[in-house]
């Protein structure tokens, strides 16, 4: 069945923060474990949602986000509706002209 309209977005808002929250946790629970041990994680915890399969990139992207303590974001949806752990390392800025 497909859903449409206002439905399908709430549908896709609903799916964007559970990813979040999923991600976040993760960040907390795996920083600095390695990629495989991440990725099997990631794998168990996905299998609990009922999501469509995430292509390969996406799951390489948050892998590698976790395993370095950033939390991946998923939309600006999730960004501004969830508590998304501050990032490990901040970004450097540029020095002032």
Not at 32 to 49: F, I, K, M, P
Not at 56 to 65: E, L, P, Q, Y
Request: with cysteine; net charge negative.
């Amino acid at each position: 069945m497909e859903i449409e309209g206002d439905d399908q977005l709430e549908h896709r808002r609903e799916r964007d923060i559970a990813l979040q929250r999923v991600i976040d946790a993760l960040v907390q629970e795996c920083t600095g474990q390695s990629e495989a041990q991440v990725a099997d994680r990631l794998r168990e915890e996905l299998a609990g949602l009922d999501l469509p399969q995430m292509p390969g990139s996406w799951f390489d992207s948050v892998i590698d986000s976790i395993t370095r303590g950033d939390a991946y974001v998923v939309s600006s949806f999730s960004q501004s509706h969830t508590d998304i752990p501050e990032p490990r390392d901040r970004p450097r800025t540029q020095p002032p002209r």
